[in-house]
């Protein structure tokens, strides 16, 4: 049952606004831990900010709205042309509804949405011009908002200027790793044995997820096969031999992140938490290990001394096998928590995809190459790692806008959960307690976060009052505090939320139609 005052807080939003809630929230499909469950169930509300800097709190926000018929206009039916691709192909008929209601068409199919007037445009810039101008945004920002579905540029400042952006850059290499992969693709860890079953070594696959009830699955399977073979007591060995280059990041050891290796367990954390900040593990790899050696014991076969790291011995046997969830889910998770452990991990297995080294430097190589196959504008961009905590990072507000107008796009149903893994305004990842002061975004806007010392960023989507889905991200560098920066940010993307019926989009006063 839904909460009173979850009902009671959306009641404060016009009627559109309780429309829009439900059909964007439907269209995520609710997810627990970043990952979805049946479309009738209602969706959690989560604590929990991971990313860097991405401060919480732990008071109780709104749970969200139920869910509704999935839509997002303008991304299906024929002649709705391809995001990021410019205008349509859509028949006379549209245009001339377009024209009678006083808009340019973009010549798409009938019942999609028209172009933006350039009287509406200039509403848009008068609106958003001056937010962006916020001094708590500091001295260089840039901005970019466009229809997902057409590609069409409806306001930008410096757009294709790279700039930092911390954890927003998780777009590009979740929207990177889906394209290579696919959506189904799972990350195996193994367990491999010498021909007699006496040696057996645990491999790690790059699975930032596994934790101990995985290990556990992976010690079942491997304790039913030793004891086929009628071994009852092994040596243990661990591989982390999949990546290369350095294991940790260029900021050092940090809450943010483990050391990027290929194998871990609950991503080397120290504590109980499963998102966020956490003391971690100098040696994630032997922990793991060490927790599979204890699960085999448990499962009466002993390990002759701690386990030790190791290549897997050339002609060594699978023994067993266990999986991640797909890549849709991890892509989810990654992006709702702002998980830098698994943005790591899948620019890894992008890398390893593309014939690279799965390292930093292979990592953001292969990056790179999938976006510019996307044909995404990345002239400027650098990738230094996959998690965007490197401040060497630059990727421009275009490119994030682009980024967000492929994955919607009916030609690229791979990368729509890009789209479903942003977090929700005020319910859910590391905007759960965001929009404190633009209330009525809440369940409206889904955005990625991005926050650094001296910098902030945001990019997500909004759907307008026709139905037009809009792609936007703000950047700013130098900015003094998180706390009024991020309230800024929160402000533009809220400039974009339907109020009353219409926004600045399509005519900000009720009845004003461009």
């Known amino acids: 049952m839904v909460e009173p005052k979850a009902w009671r807080f959306a009641a404060g939003s016009a009627v559109v606004g309780l429309t829009l809630a439900a059909v964007v929230v439907a269209a995520a499909g609710p997810w627990d831990s970043g990952q979805r469950k049946a479309e009738r169930d209602w969706a959690v509300a989560r604590s929990g900010t991971g990313g860097t800097d991405h401060g919480g709190s732990a008071s109780r926000a709104p749970v969200p709205a139920p869910s509704a018929a999935a839509v997002l206009a303008g991304l299906t039916g024929s002649g709705t042309a391809t995001a990021g691709q410019g205008k349509g192909t ?22 999609q949405p028209a172009r933006l007037s350039p009287e509406a445009a200039a509403r848009l810039a008068r609106t958003l011009g001056p937010l962006l101008d916020a001094e708590a945004l500091g001295p260089v920002r840039t901005a970019s908002v466009v229809d997902a579905a057409t590609g069409e540029r409806l306001y930008g400042k410096g757009e294709d200027t790279p700039m930092t952006p911390a954890s927003t850059v998780k777009i590009a290499t979740m929207a ?13 860890t193994t367990v491999r044995a010498t021909p007699d079953g006496r040696r057996i070594t645990l491999v790690g696959g790059g699975d930032a997820t596994l934790d101990r009830t995985g290990l556990a699955r992976l010690a079942d399977d491997t304790v039913r096969a030793l004891r086929d073979r009628g071994v009852t007591k092994v040596e243990l060995r661990y591989d982390t031999s999949l990546y290369s280059g350095p294991r940790d990041h260029s900021i050092g050891p940090n809450d943010n992140i483990a050391p990027v290796v290929a194998l871990m367990s609950r991503q080397g954390r120290l504590d109980k938490s499963a998102s966020g900040p956490a003391p971690r593990s100098g040696n994630p790899a032997g922990d793991a290990a060490r927790v599979f050696a204890a699960l085999l014991r448990e499962r009466g076969v002993r390990t002759a001394d701690a386990p030790e790291r190791s290549s897997a011995p050339k002609g060594s046997q699978l023994l067993a096998r266990t999986h991640s969830s797909p890549l849709s889910a991890l892509v989810e998770r990654a992006l709702t928590e702002s998980d830098n452990d698994i943005a790591e991990s899948l620019a890894r297995q992008t890398a390893l995809a593309a014939g690279e080294p799965a390292s930093f430097d292979g990592a953001g190589r292969a990056v790179l190459a999938e976006l510019r196959k996307l044909e995404l504008p990345v002239t400027g961009a650098v990738l230094d790692d996959g998690s965007g905590l490197d401040r060497k990072d630059r990727v421009s507000a275009s490119l994030l806008t682009a980024l967000l107008a492929r994955a919607a796009s009916p030609d690229h149903p791979e990368l729509r959960t890009v789209l479903t893994g942003l977090p929700v305004a005020r319910f859910t990842g590391t905007l759960r307690t965001r929009y404190a002061d633009a209330r009525s975004a809440a369940g409206l806007v889904r955005a990625k976060t991005g926050t650094l010392s001296g910098v902030n960023t945001l990019a997500g989507t909004v759907v307008d009052a026709d139905g037009r889905l809009l792609a936007f991200a703000f950047m700013a560098g130098s900015t003094e505090a998180p706390d009024t920066a991020q309230a800024a940010l929160d402000r533009l993307s809220a400039a974009l939320v339907p109020a009353g019926g219409h926004t600045e989009v399509s005519g900000a006063r009720s009845g004003d139609r461009p």
């Open 90 to 111: 859509g028949g006379e008929a549209g245009k001339k509804a377009g024209k009678k209601a006083g808009r340019e068409t973009a010549g798409d199919a009938p019942g």
């Open 176 to 188: 990177a790793a889906l394209s290579a992969l696919g959506p189904d693709h799972r990350i195996a």
